[in-house]
């Protein structure tokens, strides 16, 4: 739908804050929204179009959406010519997908909504598009048969943004959760990971902070810098989160994460992307391919 056709948005009501938004705390009208959503479909299933959608719906957001052709299932890096005369040759996207996403768009109610044409690689998507959306919205499906670690991961380092990764499996396409875990580790990722994460939070019924700040080597350490406590952050954004110490070693924190979050229930595991440098992720292992890897619930990371 171009600029032209849209109609305008009409005025939001005050949304119903889950349990989480703090009896006596200050409400506000804008929770930070994103106001360019982009749904990225690259597999069979339509999660991610339908996540955006009610997401868009509910936030008054802008959404693009797109089309991209399935990761290779190998574990070479580079295309093979096969695969560079296809990408020339056939579009990725049809007349079929773009109408089939304005009308989903229609019906979720999204007012302002966009066909994006892309020909390229995921990462490379998201690195070009990244810098003009708030959030992208992918599911797992998209990496089926290979390593998420490596095509995931690589594109979470290049876009730079949040991104809400479903599972293959997800029932509920809506974007809304009711019990949002938070992994903390007092990295830079994980704060900033949290901060993008404050619709959902507010949004939510039940908000653990999932504390393993200990479990990081010493060599791992920021640069020094304020000593700033998540649960008073959180307070302060209206936010009655309950806290939780996560107790392991560095090899095992994102099981142990994984672990915390089935306990409790959760269905959004929120946290930060490569604490560690991407080499380390990939020698050591790491919270971030652990979880990628094997995360039964949907996941909201940033880098």
């Known amino acids: 739908m171009s600029d032209s ?16 938004h703090g009896a006596g705390m200050p409400t506000v009208r804008n929770y930070g929204w994103p106001t360019d959503v982009l749904a990225v479909r690259q597999g069979v299933s339509h999660a991610a ?22 990761e290779p299932t190998g574990h070479s890096h580079e295309p093979t010519v096969l695969a560079l005369l296809e990408r020339v040759d056939e579009p990725h996207e049809s007349a079929a997908d773009a ?26 998507t998201l690195h070009r598009l990244g810098a003009w959306h708030d959030l992208v919205i992918l599911a797992r499906d998209a990496f089926a048969g290979d390593d998420p670690f490596e095509h995931f991961g ?50 939510a019924e039940h908000v653990t902070l999932i504390d393993g700040a200990r479990t990081r080597p010493a060599d791992d350490a920021d640069e020094p810098a304020p ?16 806290r939780k110490t996560l107790r392991t070693t560095p090899s095992h924190a994102g099981e142990a994460l994984l672990a915390a979050t089935v306990h409790d229930r959760s269905d959004l595991l929120v946290m930060g992307g490569y ?13 971030t391919r652990h979880v990628l890897a094997h995360a039964p619930l949907a996941v909201l990371m940033r880098h």
């Open 99 to 124: 109408t089939s996403f304005a009308r989903l768009a229609l019906a979720g109610g999204v007012t302002r909504a966009d066909w994006v044409s892309c020909r390229g690689g995921l990462a490379e």
């Open 5 to 20: 056709d849209a109609r305008p948005v009409p005025p939001l009501t005050q949304p119903t804050a889950g349990a989480a």
């Open 154 to 203: 690589q594109a979470l380092l290049g876009c730079r943004m949040p991104c809400l990764l479903l599972p293959t499996d997800s029932a509920d396409c809506s974007g809304l959760f009711q019990r949002v875990a938070i992994g903390w580790n007092g990295s830079i990722e994980a704060t900033r990971a949290m901060h993008a994460a404050l619709p959902f939070l507010h949004a």
């Open 49 to 70: 179009w339908l996540a955006g959608i009610g997401l868009a719906a509910r936030w008054g957001s802008r959404l693009s959406g797109c089309r991209l052709p399935a």
């Open 275 to 287: 604490s560690h440098s991407p080499v380390r992720e990939r020698i050591l292992g790491g919270a």
């Open 227 to 242: 000593d700033v406590d998540p649960m008073r952050y959180l307070a302060r954004h209206g936010i009655a989160a309950h």
